[in-house]
C-alpha cells in the first residue's frame, strides 16, 4: 500500500505543478516573470538533461540562456525508453533537493519535515483517512505560510526562490500525463525491488536492505517537499498573475490615453485627375 500511496502522492504534486502552470500561462511570457522563474528553469533543464543521459539518450538540443525554452530534447530508444516518462518527472526531485538546500543556507524558515500520509486500505475507510491526511498536511502548509516571518527580507528572497524552483518543476498538462507514467514507474520498480530484495533480519521479521529503506526514505521525504514547495508555488502563482494582470492593465490604459492626446495626423488631399 505504501508504494500506491507514493504513486498517489507524486500524482498530485504534479497535478498541482499542472494547475500552477495554467495559471501561470499568461504571465510565463512577461520579462519580469521569466527572469524571476530562471533559476528554477535551469534546474529543471539541468536535471533533465542529467536524467535523459542516464537513462541512455541522447540530448540533441538543450538551451542553456534561452528562457521561454522550458525543455531538452532528447531521443531514447530500447531500455533508454523509459526516460520518455522518467525526464519529465525528474524536475520535480531535483527542484525539491535544491529547494532542502536553500531551506538550510537560509537558516531554516520553512518546516519541511512533512511526510505523505499512509494509506492502510482501499476502502473507504482507508481512502477518507488518505485524504483526510492530505488535506490536513495542505492547511498546515498554508497556516505556516500565513505565520512566516514576512518582515525578514531574507525570507522574500527564500520565497521568491522557492517560486522559481515551483515554476520550474511544474509542466503543462500534457506534460503531466508523462510524468505521471513516470511516477507510476518508480513505484512499480520500488515494489518489486522490495519484493525481491527482502531478507529475514535477527528477529526473523521481513526487512528490506539498507539501500533500498535508504532510497525510499529519500524519495518519499523529496515527494512532501514537492507538495510544500508546490503549495507555496502556487500561492506565489496567484499573487504574480495579479500583479502581472493589473500591470498589464494599466499600461494598456496609459496606451490608450497617449494614443487619444495624440493630434491626428491630417489626410493627404487627392489630386483631381
Known amino acids: 500500500m505504501e ?8 500524482s498530485l504534486c504534479l497535478i498541482l505543478g499542472g494547475a500552477m ?13 521569466m527572469l524571476l522563474a530562471a533559476p528554477g528553469v535551469l534546474i529543471r533543464k539541468f536535471t533533465m538533461t542529467v536524467t535523459a543521459l542516464l537513462c541512455g539518450g541522447t540530448v540533441t538540443r538543450v538551451s542553456i540562456y534561452e528562457l521561454s525554452s522550458r525543455d531538452v530534447e532528447f531521443e531514447a530508444e530500447g531500455t533508454a525508453s523509459v526516460g520518455k ?3 519529465p518527472l525528474a524536475p520535480l526531485f531535483g527542484a525539491a533537493a535544491v529547494m532542502v538546500t536553500l531551506n538550510r543556507l537560509f537558516g531554516s524558515p520553512l518546516n519541511l519535515n512533512y511526510t505523505p500520509p499512509a494509506l492502510s486500505a482501499l476502502d473507504s475507510a482507508g481512502l477518507g483517512g488518505y485524504f483526510r491526511g492530505t488535506w490536513a498536511l495542505l492547511t498546515s502548509v498554508v497556516r505556516q505560510a500565513t505565520h512566516a516571518n514576512w518582515s525578514s527580507t531574507s525570507f522574500y528572497v527564500l520565497f521568491a526562490l522557492v517560486f522559481s524552483l515551483a515554476v520550474g518543476a511544474c509542466a503543462p498538462m500534457e506534460r503531466v500525463r508523462e510524468a505521471i507514467m513516470g511516477a507510476a514507474l518508480v513505484a512499480v520498480v520500488l515494489a ?8 529475514r533480519g535477527p528477529d526473523a521479521l521481513p526487512s528490506s536492505p ?21 503549495v507555496y508555488g502556487m500561492l506565489g502563482a496567484l499573487v504574480v498573475g495579479i500583479i502581472v494582470r493589473l500591470y498589464e492593465i494599466v499600461t494598456r490604459s496609459s496606451a490608450a490615453k497617449t494614443r487619444a492626446k495624440a493630434p491626428a495626423q491630417p489626410r493627404a488631399k487627392k489630386k483631381a485627375a
Do not use: D, E, P
Not at 533500498?212 to 515527494?223: C, D
Open 192 to 199: 518489486l525491488l522490495s519484493s525481491i530484495s527482502i531478507q
Open 21 to 33: 502552470h495554467f495559471v501561470m500561462a499568461g504571465a510565463l511570457a512577461n520579462r519580469f516573470v
Open 85 to 87: 516518462v522518467l525526464v
Open 3 to 10: 508504494y500506491l500511496a507514493l504513486f498517489i502522492w507524486l
Open 210 to 230: 539498507a539501500w533500498l529503506t535508504g532510497a525510499r526514505s529519500m524519495i518519499v521525504r523529496f515527494s512532501g517537499v514537492a507538495f510544500i514547495m508546490m
